[in-house]
């Protein structure tokens, strides 16, 4: 099993520009969830999916993110235009239909907009 | 009131000390009750889940007390490479996400 996969690791990229994140899940988990982590705010639900479908995108901070999942194995979370304070690691979790098991994270996508 | 919250500490302790984190919850109907551990500059990773009865795990202990609605963390002996951040973690229901606490900051020292 080989977790769950984002990409890139590192980002950099100038305000104004697109960025997409990438994210395959751990095959058979049918719940997916992108979160971003800041040191102000700690860990930040943006959006999650059930079954590739989106069930709850209210922590999305504004119009300019966006996520897809068009597959049970591959997720996109996109900014644009990106802004300096979108500056944050975003990781992508997803979880089984055991509910006792927690999620499992990918090792997260730095981003840095300058 | 946060759903989740937690002493950011930090807790600067020596090596071979015994350290104990809680952690206090909102929802008197949460289900399921998680310690996540994350290293710096790396994803959170399940620690362990926390049961009514308390489990133990090597040298962690977790607790959950559900009528003062707060879950406990003990480190017995610690270690250097327990030097981590411990997310407290609660399952409202098997359909929503998790709620993660903002974590609290162990340093273990020599």
């Known amino acids: 099993d080989a977790g769950v996969i984002q990409s890139p690791r590192h980002e950099v990229t100038e305000m104004g520009q697109e960025v997409t994140l990438r994210c395959k899940p751990i095959?058979?988990?049918?719940?997916l969830f992108w979160y971003r982590q800041t040191m102000m705010r700690g860990l930040e639900l943006l959006i999650y999916?059930?079954?590739?479908?989106?069930?709850?995108d209210s922590g999305m901070p504004e119009d300019r993110f966006s996520a897809k999942m068009p597959n049970a194995s591959f997720s996109t979370l996109k900014i644009q235009p990106s802004e300096p304070r979108d500056s944050a690691v975003y990781f992508c979790?997803?979880?089984?239909?055991?509910?006792?098991?927690?999620?499992?994270f990918g090792s997260g996508t730095r981003l840095t907009v300058v | 009131r946060k759903e989740v919250e937690q002493d950011p500490g930090p807790f600067n302790v020596p090596e071979g000390a015994t350290v104990a984190f809680n952690c206090t919850y909102s929802?008197?109907?949460?289900?399921?009750f998680f310690w996540y551990r994350q290293d710096c500059r790396k994803e959170p990773k399940l620690l362990m889940s926390?049961?009514?009865s308390g489990n133990e795990d090597g040298r962690f202990t977790a607790q959950l007390n559900r009528a003062s609605q707060y879950i406990s963390l003990l480190i017995r002996d610690s270690k250097l490479s327990d030097s981590a951040t411990y997310l407290c973690?609660?399952?409202?229901?098997?359909?929503?996400?998790?709620?993660f606490g903002k974590g609290t900051r162990l340093s273990v020292i020599a």
């Open positions: 973690v609660v399952d409202n229901s098997g359909n929503t996400p998790l709620v």
């Open positions: 095959s058979g988990h049918n719940s």
């Open positions: 979790a997803s979880k089984g239909f055991a509910a006792n098991y927690g999620y499992t």
């Open positions: 926390v049961y009514s």
């Open positions: 999916f059930n079954n590739n479908v989106p069930i709850d």
């Open positions: 929802n008197s109907a949460s289900q399921s």
